[in-house]
């Protein structure tokens, strides 16, 4: 572990180096008055904000605004990817009254007149003033129109609580902006060089995977490894908001607790114990009723030895069973629906547990010793692609490889963890653990793996920085052909871009956080 903090502080030095020149070239070739905006600093982006009021991860039932009315939120508004308030054409009822208008977000709740809308016209029809946090005890806001507007406060509000939506929820899966124009940092990356543009992002790529590391480092006080690669892979069957129930149901049913009940079952059946178990937890698991109202002999069958399977467990989980929401089916379109996410998290965690190669140690040990020589494209692809053919699952046995739901129709056959899938798992999750956990050798190789590995599907966030960064110019199409490129990406949007996305006032490439290092 010395040696890995070592290399950790190593990549995390030569990022802020990076960061610090690179942001010196930038502001030597832009006028003094583009550099007096500073970026505010808060220890929660107010784009996670955004996202709590976006998916309303809220108690519902105990909303009140700060005056002590009663707030119902009949829709939260389409969020908004332009100038002016956050959320529009939102609609909410207000001690009896419904008002419809507009939603504005923020941290702390000074932040509506440090950002000067009490004195511009077009937030006059923002409803709702939304933050985190209060800096004072005002209960209303002022309107350019002198209206008053009322505030409400989350922090004692959220469900799940803040540590877990911040730990699960990934802001870069919700709508961006898209920027007007290149940023003022594309005409300086053009005066680069090839090599040199190369070195700075795969820098600032090394540093984002860092950062999944110290993150993973920091939880290991509360979690094994196991039990970190367990949370990570539930997580990652999670789409947006409800990757805070899959984080939550890996809580209320530990790893280590399912295999040590699975000590008792045939290892046939071991599977099916841990999807029972986690489909009972999560009160996913239809009724009687519900369930054999038409459903066909196989549907019954399943259902009677899943059952039969959780009997003997039940008594274990009594006080944990989660609250019933529909919020597991939101935003999903049925190959996405939980059961079949928790059968494909059932196959991996049998995997994990296989007693003559265990997945995690068997992949650890393709990459401690089976990393190819040099730096051919192809034989890369190809190394990557048989690790990830372990991640795959396609069990043609398994029901909800042909159901999307426990009783409903038969469907044409589809893998419960596809390629794509698998490819991000294995890239995301397993190779950070491994500089995490494993030896040197297994660390070194780790870190090959990723500097090589092919560029993952991309989202909003690679996206918007591809034009901000490279409009047109072409060199997109072969810097990022790499997934460390496109993690650069990340990597600069959070650190320079977000909550400021519409235009580069608060770039920290012009008011650089870091300290000249020796």
Known sequence: MGANGTALQRHRKRWQR?????????????????????????????RLVQCIWFDQLLDTEALVTASGKRLEIIEPGRWNTGRGPDFLDAKVKLAGETLAGDIEIHVRSNGWTAHAH????????????????????????????????????????????????????????????????????????????????????????RARIEEKVRRYKAQTASADVSQLLYQSVMVGQGYKSNKTLYFLLSKRAPVFEMLDYAADVMPGERRDLYLSILLHVAQLFPSQGDLFDGADDEAREYADHLIRLWKPVRGFYADRIMPPTRRWFSGMRPPGFPGRRLSAVSVLLDR??????????????????????????????????????????????????????????????????GEPAARSLFFNVFLPLMIL??????????????????????????????RRLFAECGLEKTLLRRELMQQALFKIFHDCCAGNERTCDSCTFLNPPFAPTG
């Open 118 to 205: 009490h004195q511009d016209y077009e937030y006059n029809r923002v409803v709702l003033h939304v933050c985190l946090n209060a800096h004072d005890d005002r209960p209303y806001e002022d309107k350019q129109n002198g209206e008053r507007l009322e505030r409400l406060v989350l922090g004692s509000l959220l469900q799940p609580d803040l540590s877990t939506i911040r730990r699960t929820l990934n802001v870069d899966d919700y709508p961006y902006g898209r920027p007007a124009d290149t940023g003022l940092c594309h005409r300086n990356l053009l005066l680069l060089s090839e090599e040199r543009l190369t070195r700075f992002l795969e820098t600032a790529g």
């Open 352 to 417: 994990l547990n296989n007693n003559d190669s265990p997945l995690f140690e068997s992949l650890s040990t393709m990459v401690r010793e089976g990393v190819p020589d040099g730096d051919q494209p192809k034989v890369w692809r190809d190394f990557v692609k048989e690790c990830t053919a372990l991640l795959i699952v396609e069990d043609g046995s398994a029901y909800f490889t042909t159901h999307f739901t426990l009783g409903g129709k038969p469907s044409r056959p589809q893998a419960l963890l």
């Open 18 to 46: 990076a960061h610090m020149v690179f942001g010196e070239s930038l502001r030597s070739n832009l006028p003094v008055a583009e550099t007096d905006n500073v970026a505010e600093d808060c220890s929660v982006d107010e």
């Open 437 to 466: 956990s494993g030896g040197e050798r297994v660390q070194d190789n780790a870190w090959r793996v990723i500097e090589r590995f092919p560029a993952l599907p991309g989202n909003s966030v690679t996206e918007f920085m591809q």
